[in-house]
């Protein structure tokens, strides 16, 4: 699949979530955590201030939810997730402007499909001070992540199981400045930050998920920028960047037939590694890499 193909599944996927969401629906306020268990549109008021006082704060239970925020925080107490999208939630939408959610175990736990999260307008969607990940897709399909930033303790982004998701929109970054925003929404200009563990992590034999245009820069952890583990086969690593990682595009036996594309991996101590004998069914392609293991890793 070629990159201009890659993006217009991109396209097509976010276009089929808008279309699935219902229309001209009337505006809920939600003033506080709780469930959300009826489909519509809801709003958070700006400066508006969540507390949590154990477990999740806003779980979501019907399909087709749309949350729209404006200058909100969702505090937590260090335990449950942020935003805990159910099984049987499909088609959730969370568009955020100048958010933050911290202070959770996760902070957003998608176990349903075809969820959107984030966005390339205005403030990003900001997860992080002590939390252990930062987005959790839990054997989903089709969910998209574009467009947010966060400061993880252990991974930023964690995809296990399922497959066919899209992330795509990040300046990445591990022990980096929380926060920073380098530009407009159009420079690929948000962080997601893991301390202790991988930017990006791909496992539990999830397939067929794209990662573009991204650009990691870790510091002060061992940890992969884009971690491809757990017998994770087709899944597509393209147009990105990573420096200063433990390894910066790292793939692990028995997670076979990736395609790695035209990505600048340098800088790292380790820049790319392939677990796989002579790098086995995966395609790697234009990858502007100085160590390498093994040679066909490149």
Same mark, same amino acid.
């Given at each position: ?21 219902? /229309? ?10 709780? &469930?959300?268990? #009826? ?59 100048? &958010? ?32 252990? &990940? ?15 930033? /966060? ?7 964690l995809?296990?199981?399922?497959? *066919? ?20 929404p ?21 397939t ?16 992969? *920028?884009?971690?491809?583990?757990? #017998?994770?086969?087709?899944?597509f ?6 420096t200063?990682?433990? &390894? ?17 991996v ?33």
């Amino acid at each position: 699949m070629c990159l201009r193909q890659l993006r217009n599944v991109a396209v097509l996927t976010l276009l089929a979530l808008f279309a699935a969401a219902p /229309m001209a629906l009337a505006q809920t306020n939600i003033t506080g955590c709780g &469930t959300i268990s #009826k489909s519509g549109l809801y709003s958070i008021p700006p400066h508006s201030t969540f507390q949590a006082k154990s477990g999740d704060c806003l779980v979501i239970t019907a399909p087709n939810v749309i949350i729209q925020t404006q200058i909100a925080q969702i505090s937590g107490n260090n335990t449950g997730a942020g935003i805990h999208i159910k099984a049987g939630a499909t088609g959730f939408q969370l568009q955020p402007f100048a &958010t933050t959610i911290n202070n959770f175990n996760i902070g957003i736990q998608d176990d349903a499909n075809s969820a959107s999260i984030g966005s390339d307008y205005g403030d990003p969607l900001w997860i992080g001070d002590q939390v252990d &990940t930062a987005i959790f897709l839990n054997n989903v399909h089709g969910s998209v992540i574009n467009g947010a930033g /966060m400061h993880a303790l252990s991974n930023g982004i964690l995809i296990r199981g399922g497959g *066919g998701n899209i992330v795509t929109g990040y300046v990445t970054s591990l022990g980096g400045n929380p926060g920073h925003n380098n530009g407009g929404p159009t420079e690929c200009c948000w962080e997601v930050i893991a301390s202790n563990g991988d930017a990006i992590r791909l496992d539990g034999a999830t397939t067929g998920n794209h990662l573009y245009q991204y650009d990691v820069t870790q510091s002060g952890s061992d940890g992969a *920028g884009v971690h491809i583990i757990g #017998k994770s086969p087709d899944n597509f690593v393209a147009e990105g960047g990573v420096t200063n990682a433990g &390894t910066g595009i790292r793939i692990e036996s028995g997670s076979t037939s990736n395609f790695i594309l035209n990505n600048d991996v340098t800088g790292n101590t380790l820049d790319v590694f392939d677990g796989n004998p002579n790098c086995d069914n995966d395609l790697w392609s234009d990858t502007n890499s100085n160590t390498r293991q093994p040679s066909c890793a490149n």
